[in-house]
């Protein structure tokens, strides 16, 4: 089977000067804004995601209000709009006339991964919720010059400077931003121009799931989702990798062909399955697949959080999914072979050895398989998963399921002012 991944249709140069030819539709946004008078009780919720993760966790937690506000999901497409049919959910079309005039009467708009989540003409003067979608370990936003690129046109004087300030113009209304734990407060704020009492570390809601049942009940759970996609699963170890996108630049952790041959055999070997699950912006040709080794992504299981507990071995590089996945303490091992070149393009807000260990460097395939093959002395696998629950210790603070509640809390309290 033949999988490619392709995400060269998208960058931040063509997204920010996308934003900057609509300063238009701000300014007419703005000057509606200014004549409404907001509903505190119409919340209005949109995820690039869709009905998934930390949007549909704060769903959730908002319709257990009593009295619950009037919830509306902001779609962005068909597969959003069959979701939110499929799940009796009140919708909306994002870019529609009443997206915009939904969004203009919200007293709460929540957003996952930017502003435009929710149609983003429409949102001046609501209380903002920002669901964000990991936690940070690569520099976002304000702090990543890749963020802000805007490609040849960055040599125009005075744009650069406005991409910024527009970007600091729609962060900075922001209310409400739950983070896994204190240590990532001050890099968000950074990130997006907050203070931290707007960057609380009250627990990320898309996090909740993870903590809904014992291991033994969230595992079940897990690779029954994932039989569903490898219908002969069974027993085997399951080992996922998960890198995170290049921003536009081809993936290099794309195994070679003598590294799919490689796979192939450990896996047959020590009675292993791989899976590859790109990122869904990802640059490059992924074509391999077998019973052993398989390339899923993003379209056939969209949601990553239920499948981490079924996870046996974890193989990841800057995606903050290291973070989630601490909660098994089971092994993680971080291919990186552009660790220079990514620290010095996107950047890292925590020294790489701090999360990989002084020797959890891996810098390819061979490497990662030679480690595995390690794990016949139970001492050394025992060192790997006191490095995950380090990480689990050290970044995931709440533990009780109910990140959505203290965030939705929050919101309330804001709204009583």
Known sequence: MRTPVDGSAYSFASANLAKLASV????????????????????????????????????QAASRLDPAPRLVWQVNGERQRAQAIAAGVA???????????????????AVTHGLGDVNRYAQRGALIVQLWHGSPLKKLNLDSPSVLNLGAA??????????????????????????????????????????PKQVLSIGEPRGDQLFTGTPAELRARSRALWE???????DRRLILQAPTWRDGEVDPTIPSEADWARLEAFCERTDSVLVIRPHPKSVGD?????????????????EIMPLLWGVDVLVTDYSSILFDYSVTEHPILYLAPDLEHYEATRGLYIDYTDICGPDGLLRTWDEVIARMDGWTDPAAQAVEK????????????????????????????????
């Open 24 to 59: 238009p539709h701000y300014l007419w946004g703005a000057f509606r804004s200014s004549g409404v008078r907001r509903d505190p009780m119409l919340w209005v919720i949109g995820s690039d995601f869709g009905l998934s993760d930390g949007g549909w966790a704060f769903y």
């Open 91 to 109: 919708w909306v079309d994002r870019e529609s006339n009443e997206g915009f005039e939904l969004a203009l009467r919200a007293g709460v708009i």
């Open 154 to 195: 960055g040599r125009i004087p005075g744009l650069a400077a406005l991409m910024r300030a527009m970007y600091k113009a729609g962060t900075k209304s922001i209310s409400v931003f739950p983070v896994a734990c204190p240590e990532f407060v001050t890099s968000m704020c950074t990130a997006f121009a907050l203070s």
């Open 228 to 234: 569903q996609t490898i219908a002969d699963l069974g």
């Open 286 to 302: 992924y074509h391999y697949s077998s019973a052993r080794v398989h390339v899923i992504d993003g379209s056939r299981q969209p």
């Open 386 to 417: 006191a490095q995950t629950r380090a990480t689990f210790d050290r970044f995931i603070t709440h533990r009780d399921g109910l990140n959505s509640e203290r965030t939705v809390a929050r919101v309330l309290e804001l709204l009583a002012r």
